[in-house]
T-cell receptor, first 115, second 111 residues
């Protein structure tokens, strides 16, 4: 399985600021995703990070709020912009090694608290 | 709309008990169902099921998929306190690798 790291592991931020979360994988992967898990909730897909093109966002998530970069096949960033307390969540990077519907693995997550 | 429903929402058992966790799904163009264990932040991959009736097994954990009745079960035998976690199932669509997650089952195993 792929080894995935995320930075930061946690942060406490002030309302109105932005935070960029990094996801690094130890091998090239085709598919990278960003999920959000709000307190007491299950995981919700924010977007698929596409290498070399704009991310594909799910309903309810927009690029202005959650800009995503994916400059290569091992790295992606998610920015949470103009944060409010409602953005307090765990943000998880996930990868699928190929596009052949195989296993999907999660990074260690970033716990974000917005005051 | 794609939907994955897990039951029970929570479960408390004692060490040594056997538990069965349920996952039913309504997913367009279903490809596979995945089970994860979440203890702190990161869900840990357990199983991926694509074919009906074929049991996947790993130690005390096993899982099976019924594509006709659109459900899967995860069994844990001889439970231990270390099995305490949230267990998540997710259905994968045909389009890309997007996963639709259920709400999870919170399992607590008491000594």
């Amino acid at each position: 399985s792929a080894v995935i790291s995320q930075k930061p592991s946690r942060d406490i931020c002030q309302r109105g600021t932005s935070l960029t979360i990094q996801c690094q994988v130890d091998s090239q992967v085709t598919m990278m995703f960003w999920y959000r898990q709000q307190p007491g909730q299950s995981l919700t897909l924010i977007a698929t990070a596409n290498q070399g093109s704009e991310a594909t966002y799910e309903s309810g998530f927009v690029i202005d709020k959650f800009p995503i970069s994916r400059p290569n096949l091992t790295f992606s960033t998610l920015t949470v912009s103009n944060m409010s307390p409602e953005d307090s969540s765990i943000y998880l990077c996930s990868v699928a090694p190929s596009d052949q519907y195989n296993e999907q693995f999660f990074g260690p997550g970033t716990r974000l608290t917005v005051l | 709309e794609d939907k994955v429903v897990q039951s029970p929402l929570s479960l408390v058992v004692h060490e040594g008990d056997t538990v069965t966790l349920n996952c039913s799904y309504e997913v367009t163009n279903f490809r596979s169902l995945l089970w994860y264990k979440q203890e702190k932040k990161a869900p840990t991959f357990l199983f991926m099921l694509t074919s009906s009736g074929i049991e996947k097994k790993s130690g005390r954990l096993s899982s099976i998929l019924d594509k006709k009745e659109l459900f899967s079960i995860l069994n844990i035998t001889a439970t231990q306190t270390g099995d305490s976690a949230i267990y998540l199932c997710a259905g994968r669509l045909d389009a890309g690798n997007m996963l639709t997650f259920g709400g999870g089952t919170r399992l607590m195993v008491k000594p």
